[in-house]
T-cell receptor
Framework: AQSVAQPEDQVNVAEGNPLTVKCTYS??????LFWYVQYPNRGLQFLLK??????LVKGSYGFEAEFNKSQTSFHLKKPSALVSDSALYFC?????????????FGAGTRLFVKA | SQTIHQWPATLVQPVGSPLSLECTVE??????LYWYRQAAGRGLQLLFY??????ISSEVPQNLSASRPQDRQFILSSKKLLLSDSGFYLC????????????FGDGTRLSIL
């Protein structure tokens, strides 16, 4: 079965410091990986995706993610955190096992950026 | 550009009352459509997805049903709400293809009294 795990419920970082939100995945076949962000009382917003190609993927709002096939990880990173980055972040993988119509989401990691 | 509209934003309903939440997508055709429920601001539970008109797949047996009467319209319904139906309901759409992300509406917060 395909799955995605976010091992941290919460990540705390000071403004201006680099941030990392961790994600590991388990898939059969090629992984189609995504990161989403959710602000309070809003829907999820797409940040970036890895399909193929360069292991470092750049996305919206200065975020990037590093795909590591040997470690089956897809960690979200940002060189310098902003207070406005505080939100709930979801890692996700496309469920190709059942035809690709569904997306499997992680449980989410809450990011707090302190001024 | 494509947009997704979901309404109402908030809803307070008594136990045993019916429910109808509506979601529409503009600017695209034949989208995949999804209904999720999110409890306590954490993980998403996929309720239904649809790959075409009148093609609905149910993920979790429950008190809810979904319909897709038009290509870009997705409706979530219940005949009699339970207390456990409270939550944040999100509609989403995606183009076909493994490499396509999902795009979410702003959700409906449903409270059952």
């Amino acid at each position: 079965a395909q799955s995605v795990a976010q091992p941290e419920d919460q990540v705390n970082v000071a403004e201006g410091n680099p941030l990392t939100v961790k994600c590991t995945y388990s898939v059969s076949g090629n992984p189609y990986l995504f990161w989403y962000v959710q602000y309070p009382n809003r829907g999820l917003q797409f940040l970036l995706k890895y399909i193929t190609g360069d292991n470092l993927v750049k996305g919206s709002y200065g975020f990037e993610a590093e795909f590591n096939k040997s470690q089956t990880s897809f960690h979200l990173k940002k060189p310098s955190a902003l207070v406005s980055d505080s939100a709930l972040y979801f890692c996700a993988v496309r469920d190709t096992y059942t035809g690709g119509f569904k997306t499997i989401f992680g449980a989410g990691t809450r990011l707090f950026v302190k001024a | 550009s494509q947009t997704i509209h979901q309404w109402p934003a908030t809803l307070v309903q008594p136990v045993g009352s019916p429910l109808s939440l509506e979601c529409t997508v503009e600017g695209t055709s034949n989208p995949n459509l999804y209904w999720y429920r999110q409890a306590a601001g954490r993980g998403l539970q996929l309720l239904f997805y649809s790959i075409g008109i009148d093609q609905i797949s149910s993920e979790v047996p429950q008190n809810l049903s979904a319909s897709r009467p038009q290509d870009r319209q997705f409706i979530l319904s219940s005949k009699k709400l339970l207390l456990s139906d409270s939550g944040f309901y999100l509609c989403a759409w995606s183009p076909t293809g493994f490499n396509q992300p999902q795009h979410f509406g702003d959700g409906t917060r449903l409270s059952i009294l």
